[in-house]
Structure formats: structure tokens, C-alpha cells
T-cell receptor
């Protein structure tokens, strides 16, 4: 069984401040981990994904995430928040189910950026 | 140009009605999904099809029946709609590459906002 826990359903940061969105996972096999972003009234789009090639993963829009096996974490960071970063962020873990992909999403973290 | 499209975008209907949501992807992907996102933004897999074959069927009432006429389309039919069915339904697709099946990015449609009155 696999699961994802996102700590903090709402995070507020000032424009220009560090963004840190937390994600911890549970998986019985080596995990594949994703961060997706959902802007208002839109579908989800991929920010970045961990595929075991490198523990520090860089994504779009200046976001990055670090896979830490010892902490079972995959936190998302961005050095300087921009107003356009305000959105809902979902951490997800993927594993095979009968040879196919099954993705389990976290509950999401809503990021508010204050001017 | 749209990679994954869904129709309709909004659907308002009465309890007890039957409705369908359509999904099409032009990415050439083999695998398609239906997700339900509730009012708290929780996203849960409902179904997954690979090349028209059902491969994931989560605990979903049998009032929900997916149909995949070809690998580019995955429709969702809902019978006897209930208040609790109100949610945003997302279609998604991903490529299938055999043993690498856990690595693929999913591409989401814009969602269908269903409101049951």
C-alpha cells in the first residue's frame, strides 16, 4: 500500500519569501514521486518528478524537491515566491498495480502569496 | 491543440438523472483515467483504462460506468445521480511503457464540474 501525507493544507508566504511545502510518503516498494500544481479552475499539471536518477529534482517555474529516503520525504521548495505561484499543490506517489501505474495523491496544499 | 479535453465543462442536474461526461486525448497515450475531486480538493482515482481495457477499478458505486470506444476516448456515464456525486471529475492520460509504467507523467483535462441538486 502507498500513501502520501501533506503537512499543512494552507500555507501563506510573502512575495519574495521562501516557499516550503511538505510531503511525506509511505510505500512498500521504491517510490516514484510527483508534485503537481493546480491553478484555479484548471486541471493538474506536472511540476516535477522523482525517478531515482537524482535525489534533487528541478522542475518548472523555479521549483525543486529533494528526495530523502531516511526521512521518507519529498518536500517542494522555491527560493522566492511569486504572485503567480498561488495555487493548489499536490504531492503524489506512484506504484505499479498489476503492471500498470496507480497514483495516490495527497490532500493538497493551498499556497497563498501575500504582496 | 488541446491535449486532454472534457465535455461538458459544467453540468448541473437533478437527483436521479443519468448523465455522461466525455474525454478525449490527442497525445497518442495508451492509458486513460478518471479521477474525482471533492469539495475539499481531495483527488481520488476511480478508473483506469489501458488500450480500451479496464485495469483499475477502485471502490466506486456501479452507478458509474466507464466506456472506452477507442484508446483516445474514455467516457463516464453516471446513473441515478445522487447529491454526493457533486464534485469535479478529471480525466487524465499517460503513455504506457511496460516496465516503466510507474514513471509516467499524467496529463489532466480541465475538469467537469458536476452539481447535483
Amino acid at each position: 500500500a502507498q500513501s502520501v501525507t501533506q503537512l499543512g493544507s494552507h500555507v501563506s508566504v510573502s512575495e519574495g519569501a521562501l516557499v516550503l511545502l511538505r510531503c511525506n510518503y509511505s510505500s512498500s516498494v521504491p517510490p516514484y514521486l510527483f508534485w503537481y500544481v493546480q491553478y484555479p479552475n484548471q486541471g493538474l499539471q506536472l511540476l516535477l518528478k522523482y525517478t531515482s536518477a537524482a535525489t534533487l529534482v528541478k522542475g518548472i517555474n523555479g521549483f525543486e524537491a529533494e528526495f530523502k529516503k531516511s526521512e521518507t520525504s519529498f518536500h517542494l521548495t522555491k527560493p522566492s515566491a511569486h504572485m503567480s505561484d498561488a495555487a493548489e499543490y499536490f504531492c503524489a506517489v506512484s506504484a505499479r498495480s498489476g503492471g500498470y501505474q496507480k497514483v495516490t495523491f495527497g490532500i493538497g496544499t493551498k499556497l497563498q502569496v501575500i504582496p | 491543440d488541446t491535449a486532454v479535453s472534457q465535455t461538458p465543462k459544467y453540468l448541473v442536474t437533478q437527483m436521479g438523472n443519468d448523465k455522461s461526461i466525455k474525454c478525449e486525448q490527442n497525445l497518442g497515450h495508451d492509458t486513460m483515467y478518471w479521477y474525482k475531486q471533492d469539495s475539499k480538493k481531495f483527488l481520488k482515482i476511480m478508473f483506469s483504462y489501458n488500450n480500451k481495457e479496464l485495469i483499475i477499478n477502485e471502490t466506486v458505486p456501479n452507478r458509474f460506468s466507464p466506456k472506452s470506444p477507442d484508446k483516445a476516448h474514455l467516457n463516464l456515464h453516471i446513473n441515478s445521480l445522487e447529491l454526493g456525486d457533486s464534485a469535479v471529475y478529471f480525466c487524465a492520460s499517460s503513455p504506457y511503457r511496460g516496465g516503466q509504467g510507474s514513471l509516467e507523467t499524467q496529463y489532466f483535462g480541465p475538469g467537469t464540474r458536476l452539481l447535483v441538486l
